[in-house]
């Protein structure tokens, strides 16, 4: 933490501290310290007013809360900022609706730490495990104690220091493996044994300490290490060791245990190839680096981050393109579970067997996790079902550092009890029509239409640029048909690519007769139609009326007075409260002032984007598709 240059190192690996040359600055009062603890651990990300606040008030906070919080932020930029005559800073801005602290890994630690995590993960995917040793060792080496130890009667700070300790402990877990495979285990005996002591079901931690006994030629002890795991899992939670850990104490009893160099590396690859079931990352993904990045500094930040957005807009294939792009941070596999099953209601138990049986399977026993789900089944009431497939969840995420990508969630009652179940170490991504705004500690990513140019470039690569070259007002109108979603892009790629002899003008005409748009777009298993039955079934039912009579309207926006008119007595709420509601579920759009046409307009199509609603919204829109689907709907 000491640096000579005058430059700002600030700490949250230990108790907070901020240090300029080598002396410690003076940080204020306890809730000013609160507020600069926050800001850390969401390091370059906007932390909103709002959420200060209820840290530093969690009951009732006084009148003057704001300008309180305004005085400590002043305060900290001043004890933080650059010295008179020189010496770096660091910056807090305002950036409605809160304040951002800008620092690199070169002066927050935890920043530091996660980069060494990384580098050292990479060294081992390259079997270079004494660059992974070294890297690792490293970054352990920044924790200085307990994280944040005077600031944890704050719930917001404490629920932050647990997943930096979920962190530390994944972090520590490589070094351990990494360290054996370079034939150190002597010196991990005495740090692992006081971790397995304070976290006895950590499967991977206790595969590593009994290795690294065996090591040493103290087998005896790490065959008691296993019967004390085994013993305490089926007493505390109904289960049985992995078959991974199984078998390495099966070694050690035949006397068969490989050098642990090579043993704890391969276990743990062998384990992670099974649990990585996530499909096959499309070669011609192309766009949505906004998203990419906007994901990951999420994730980076420990929170659950949620992907929301219309039928075949792409959610589920960037979640699994994430997943292959960063696919080193997840050692212990990546899974991808289809939350939403047939006949999918909300009174049912939400640990859905085939979530139990992917998790199950990921922790290397498929069959046992089916058992626990087929029982559970039989057990009443819904409570207990629940109960006890979370145990489920919890035995096979405890300790993994894995990416979970829950799939078309229908709504947060059913999506909240997932989460919970599962492991702070790992990180999950879920995919849902409707925005999710209730689920707690969730960061959310709206995947929005392609922008032209790169539904333009995603066009070009499946039918070839050439054409797109020689007919670009075409193009531009076969996108708006599609509503610049990728789901029918690629449709109507793949139905250009095999129908070479087909002009796009000719095809864009095809598209433009409502009453044929929906037939046309299918090529071979890949169909509109399906997607647009789940979104309009998982309506409800005075959603779907209000949706039908918005889809008799004419095709461009109509306004505020009109929409009310149409939904008059179409629910018992207020027709703005439904609008609200069916833009959430991303089948209406509210078209802002400002929006511009392009010449697809001439051919009745309305180039908008989705935003919520507010005074500026002159108006409401249902898009093409959704409105062709209804209109085919009230026809059968």
């Known amino acids: 933490m000491t640096d000579q240059t005058g430059r700002v190192r600030l700490g949250i690996l230990g108790v907070l501290e901020a240090r300029r040359g080598g002396r410690l600055l003076p940080l204020g009062p306890y809730k000013q310290r609160v507020v600069l603890a926050l800001l850390l651990c969401h390091a370059n990300r906007v932390v909103s007013t709002a959420a200060l606040r209820e840290a530093l008030w969690s009951d009732e906070p006084p009148r003057t809360a704001p300008k309180n919080i305004q005085v400590y932020v002043s305060a900290l930029r001043k004890v933080l900022g650059p010295e008179p ?4 800073g660091v910056p807090i801005a305002h950036v409605p609706p809160g304040y951002l602290i800008e620092v690199g890994p070169d002066q927050l630690d935890v920043l530091r730490f996660r980069d ?60 351990a493996e990494a360290m054996l495979a370079v034939g150190r285990g002597a010196e991990v005996l005495e740090s692992i044994g006081r971790l397995a002591r304070r976290h006895p079901f950590r499967e991977r931690l206790r595969r590593a300490q009994m290795l690294a ?36 104490y099966e070694a050690m009893l035949a006397g068969n245990v490989v050098p642990a160099a090579a043993s704890a590396r391969r276990d743990g690859e062998a384990a992670a190839a099974g649990r990585d079931r996530i499909g096959r990352d499309l ?97 009443s ?67 929005e239409p392609l922008p032209e140019s790169e539904a333009l470039d995603l066009l070009g690569r499946l039918i070839g640029t050439d054409r797109i070259e020689a007919e670009p007002r075409a193009a531009r109108r076969l996108l708006a048909v599609t509503g610049r979603l990728p789901l029918p892009i690629r449709i109507v790629g793949a139905r250009l690519a095999g129908l070479r002899h087909l002009d796009l003008t000719r095809y864009a005409e095809r598209l433009a007769d409502e009453r044929r748009v929906l037939d046309e777009l299918s090529a071979g298993d890949l169909r509109v139609r399906p997607r647009l039955d789940e979104a309009y079934l998982e309506l409800t039912a005075e959603e779907r009326t209000a949706l039908d009579r918005l889809a008799d309207a004419p095709g461009g926006p109509i306004s505020a007075d009109e929409a009310a008119n149409l939904l008059d007595g179409a629910s018992t709420g207020l027709p703005e409260l439904v609008l609200e509601r069916l833009i959430e579920a991303h089948v209406v759009e509210a078209c802002i002032a400002g929006d ?41």
């Open 85 to 88: 005559g020189g010496g770096g």
């Open 116 to 175: 060494l995590v990384r580098a050292g993960r990479r060294a081992a995917g390259s079997r270079d495990e004494a660059a992974a040793a070294g890297d690792l060792g490293e970054a352990l080496r920044l924790w200085r104690g307990r994280v944040l130890p005077d600031l944890l009667t704050v719930p917001e700070v404490a629920v932050e220091v647990r997943r930096l300790e979920e962190e530390r402990l994944a972090a520590y877990e490589d070094w």
């Open 596 to 636: 511009t046409t392009d010449e697809a307009d001439v051919e009745g199509f309305c180039d908008v984007q989705a935003h919520g609603l507010g005074l500026e919204a002159p108006g409401y829109r249902v898009p093409p598709l959704i409105r062709a689907y209804v209109r085919e709907r009230v026809r059968r």
């Open 381 to 447: 009431p819904a409570s207990a079902v629940s109960a006890a497939s979370a145990d489920v969840i919890r035995a096979a995420t405890r300790g993994r550092r894995m990416l979970i990508i829950l799939d078309g969630a229908v709504s947060e009652q059913r999506t909240r009890p997932v989460l919970a179940a599962i492991a702070p170490s790992c990180d999950v991504v879920v995919t849902a029509r409707r925005h999710l705004a209730g689920l707690e500690s969730a960061a959310h990513v709206a995947v």
């Open 213 to 248: 006994l065996h090591g040493a030629g103290r087998v005896t002890e790490a065959l008691a290490e296993f019967d004390a795991l085994r013993q305490a899992l089926a007493r505390d939670l109904g289960l049985a060791p992995s078959p991974v850990l199984a078998g390495v």
């Open 283 to 379: 070669a011609d993904f192309t766009g949505r680096a906004g998203q990419l990045r906007e994901l990951t500094q999420i994730l980076d930040g420990g929170r659950v981050a949620v992907l929301s957005g219309p039928a075949g807009v792409g959610k589920t294939a960037l979640a699994v393109h994430y997943a292959h792009v960063l696919a080193d941070r997840y050692p212990d596999g990546r899974i991808l579970i289809q939350a939403r099953t047939d006949g999918d209601g909300e009174g049912t138990d939400p640990f859905g067997p085939a979530l139990l049986v992917e998790l199950g399977a990921g922790r290397g026993s498929a069959g046992s996790s089916a058992s626990a789900a087929s029982s559970a089944s039989a057990v």
